[in-house]
């Protein structure tokens, strides 16, 4: 029976070396790198302000982050030392460098109302809102890009214009999104303070 058995460990041996060389082939950096890339495109920023792209492995400009932008292409701005999140900061430099240009998008009094909103109760029902809305302009947006295909330049011009019956509807549409985003927000923000009220035994 013991020869048996040592037989059958003898037989088992080879494979279970086997395994251990496929784990161990797995584990190492040259299996790791066999895995597909990251989806995500990683630029570091370096304390000289520089930009640079890790995946073309050549330093980047502004304007070149703001194509990536344009183009929908997911990225991450790291800082290269301590590894922070700056996608955000990056973001903003782009906005104000175009609101300084010839065409800027926001008034002064729209600057003010979404300063106002920073420290205030109602600043993350804010930062809902205007992302919803955002997105409901974006959803109008591809709505008009199907329905103009094939239109030549004039046609489109016309299209575009503000008075024009097919953009008073669908800015109609947006405006009537906008509205129903906003009441879906003041009824969760009712529910939430009922809640509260509730807690602390202040409901009548």
Request: charge should be neutral; hydrophobic fraction near 40%; avoid cysteine.
């Amino acid at each position: 029976m013991q020869k048996i058995a040592q037989k059958t460990v003898q037989k088992m041996k080879p494979s279970s070396e086997k395994t251990a060389e496929f784990l161990a082939e797995n584990d190492s950096p040259a299996g790791a790198q066999a895995l597909p890339p990251a989806t995500i495109r990683v630029i570091k920023k370096y304390p000289n302000r520089r930009l640079y792209d890790t995946e073309t492995s050549a330093y980047i400009t502004l304007a070149e982050v703001q194509r990536l932008v344009m183009a929908s292409t997911p990225f991450v701005v790291r800082d290269a030392k301590s590894g922070d999140d700056l996608t955000r900061s990056i973001l903003l430099q782009i906005i104000l460098d175009e609101e300084a240009g010839g065409a800027p998008m926001f008034t002064e009094a729209v600057l003010a109302n979404i300063i106002r909103f920073y420290g205030h109760s109602m600043q993350s029902f804010m930062g809902d809102y205007l992302e919803k809305s955002l997105q409901g302009f974006m959803d109008l947006q591809l709505k008009m890009a199907e329905q103009s295909k094939g239109l030549s330049p004039e046609m489109w011009a016309q299209l575009m214009n503000a008075k024009s019956p097919m953009m008073q509807g669908m800015m109609g549409a947006y405006v009537e999104q906008s509205k129903s985003a906003f009441s879906q927000m003041q009824e969760q923000m009712q529910k939430q303070s009922a809640q509260m009220l509730t807690a602390f035994g202040l409901k009548r």
